[in-house]
Structures are given as structure tokens and as C-alpha cells.
């Protein structure tokens, strides 16, 4: 495994296209206080938003010049966003026990739900773009219709805060990971458990699903990264003690590769075919909270407590 430590410049750092180690490329501040997720623009590479402790949510675009929009409206803090699949909106989860749905415009309008009865840590939205589904510190996970604007069910089976839902790419089917030491996957349409996954003594924090809806990456809170076959349950490869404590991981586009961030301030380029880890990144000042890549996989952006959203080149090459 090779460490590659960023450069102390806060300016563009430009690379070689060959270039064949991550290479950062952005060096932006524009949240107060701690960076808590981001999330990519489905078909655009280079539009972030990032939300975070400032109650702020912010749309970031990147080009020859940085521009960056603020939308507020939640009282506490944001602790989840995610893009719409068809890139029309975003939905965030937050601390204020609400979710809000947001239209990409200088106005920042956007309309809200609430259901849960304590903080909601978690967002995705459904493939359809019609539905979304949440996670909370009340133990729940609920599903709401966006186009009528009302909740649909409750999924109950979790015995503590949940940290991460996501739907799989048919929609009909929703992953999460809870406190309770327990990877839950669910049948949306009915509101049932199908498998649970069970952990001695650890639990995850964050779940990612492959583009082929065939495995499942959770990040522990051991500061492990396992993968599961989402088919037949079993444990298909772990890292261990690859991070102090596991805050993200996410699938490259390609199902090739893991990218994974830590408390101890690093994230992780995973080779999954070889089995191994290929770099370590390094260049915040403190946890690292999330680290995502783009669609097309040839970027990618970390955030954390330092407040900072550093978007890398991902330099590895896909045949």
C-alpha cells in the first residue's frame, strides 16, 4: 500500500493525465463548522452539494471558476443530502427531526416532512425519483411520497439509532445499518425485513451498494470495511484496521474499487479484485466524515471536521 501525503498548497495542483496516484485538484472552504456529507450530481461530475453543522446546505459547481450557491431552512444541524437520480432535487436529513426536499434554484426554496420524533441521520431517494426513505435516532426507518408529499410506512426492526438506508437500483428493495449491531435489507412494498445481518460485537456507520446490486460495502465502527454478498449473505472479503473508526465507503462506478475515510483523518483507495488497499489519502486536519466518487468515477471529494471539501483526480485507469 502506498501513503500519499497532499502537498501544504491550498492552490489547483495540476497532474498528468497518466498520472497513476491520486492527485488532488480542489481546495475549497465554504461551511463554518464541520462538513457532515456531500453528495455528486448524477450526470454532472462537477456539481457537489455539501451540507453540515452550520445548518447550511451548499450547491457547489466547478468549472474554470468556483461557484457556490446557499440554501437554508433547517434549524439544526444537517447530517445527510442526496441528489435526485434524475438530478432535479435534493433531500436532506438533519437534527431538527426533518427532511427537506430542494430545488436547485437562487430562491432555495423547498418543502419539508416530518414524522420522525428525533433526529433523522439519513436520506436516498428512490430510483423513480418519487419516493424517499429515512433513517433516525428514533430507531425507525419511514418511506414518503413525494408527489403526493405524505408518509407511506414505517420499517420497523431496528433496536437503535439507524446511521445509513439506501435503495438498490430496482427500488423495490432498501439497505441499512443501525447502533443495534445489525445490517438490515428490506421489501420496501411491504415494509419487511428480508435478511438481517448480525455483528458480534460492532456496528456500521455507513453502507454503500454495489452498481450491480450484488454486494454490499459497510464501513464498522472498528475501522473495518466489509463486503457482503447481498444473494446468498455471506462475508465476501474484509479490511481490517484500515482506519481508526469507519465513517464512509462507496463504490467506484466501475465495482472495481472501494474508497473508504476514517477518524483518524485518511481515506482509502481499495483495489477489490486484488484484495488490497492501493493509497492512502491524507490532507485534512482531523475525521474525515465522507469521501464519494463521482459518476464516471475519475474524481473524487472528502469533507470533514476541518470544514474543508477537497475534490482529488481518482488516477486509476479502467479497461
Not at 421489501?187 to 454490499?216: A, C, E, K, Q
Request: aromatic share 10%; proline share 3%; with cysteine.
Amino acid at each position: 500500500m502506498v501513503e500519499f501525503v497532499v502537498p501544504k498548497s491550498k492552490e489547483m495542483i495540476s497532474s498528468n493525465n497518466q498520472d497513476q496516484h491520486p492527485s488532488l485538484v480542489r481546495h475549497l472552504r465554504g461551511h463554518y463548522h464541520e462538513l457532515s456529507d456531500l453528495a455528486f450530481h448524477p450526470n454532472n461530475g462537477k456539481k457537489i452539494a455539501t451540507c453540515g453543522t452550520d445548518k447550511y446546505l451548499l450547491w457547489w459547481t466547478l468549472g474554470g471558476s468556483v461557484k457556490c450557491y446557499k440554501s437554508e431552512g433547517h434549524t439544526d444541524k444537517i447530517n445527510s443530502c442526496a441528489y435526485s437520480p434524475n438530478g432535479r432535487f435534493i433531500a436532506t436529513a438533519s437534527n431538527d427531526d426533518t427532511v427537506r426536499i430542494w430545488v436547485p434554484t437562487i430562491l432555495g426554496k423547498c418543502t419539508f416532512f416530518k414524522g420522525h420524533s428525533s433526529a433523522v441521520q439519513c436520506v436516498s431517494i428512490s430510483p423513480t425519483n418519487t419516493e424517499i426513505i429515512t433513517g433516525s435516532n428514533d430507531k425507525t426507518i419511514k418511506t414518503w411520497n413525494l408527489q403526493r408529499r405524505i408518509f407511506i410506512s414505517s420499517l420497523i426492526g431496528h433496536t437503535n439509532w439507524v446511521r445509513s438506508v439506501k435503495y438498490t437500483s430496482c427500488g423495490r428493495t432498501a439497505v441499512s445499518c443501525a447502533d443495534d449491531r445489525s445490517l438490515q435489507v428490506w421489501d420496501v412494498r411491504n415494509g419487511m425485513s428480508v435478511h438481517t445481518f448480525h455483528f458480534l460485537d460492532i456496528s456500521g456507520t455507513y453502507v454503500s451498494i454495489h452498481p450491480n446490486d450484488v454486494s454490499l460495502a459497510v464501513a464498522m465502527n472498528n475501522g473495518s470495511v466489509r463486503i457482503y454478498d447481498i444473494r446468498n449473505h455471506q462475508l465476501q472479503q474484509q479490511y481490517v484496521d484500515i482506519h481508526q473508526e469507519t465513517n464512509c465507503v462507496d463504490w467506484h462506478p466501475s465495482g472495481l474499487y472501494l474508497l473508504s475515510c476514517g477518524t483518524e483523518g485518511s481515506s482509502k483507495l481499495i483495489d477489490v479484485m486484488e484484495g488490497r488497499p492501493l493509497y492512502t489519502i491524507r490532507g485534512h486536519r482531523g475525521s474525515i466524515n465522507k469521501a464519494k466518487f463521482n459518476p464516471d468515477g475519475e474524481y473524487f471529494a472528502t469533507g470533514g471536521t476541518d470544514s474543508i471539501l477537497m475534490v482529488w483526480r481518482t488516477g486509476i485507469l479502467i479497461n
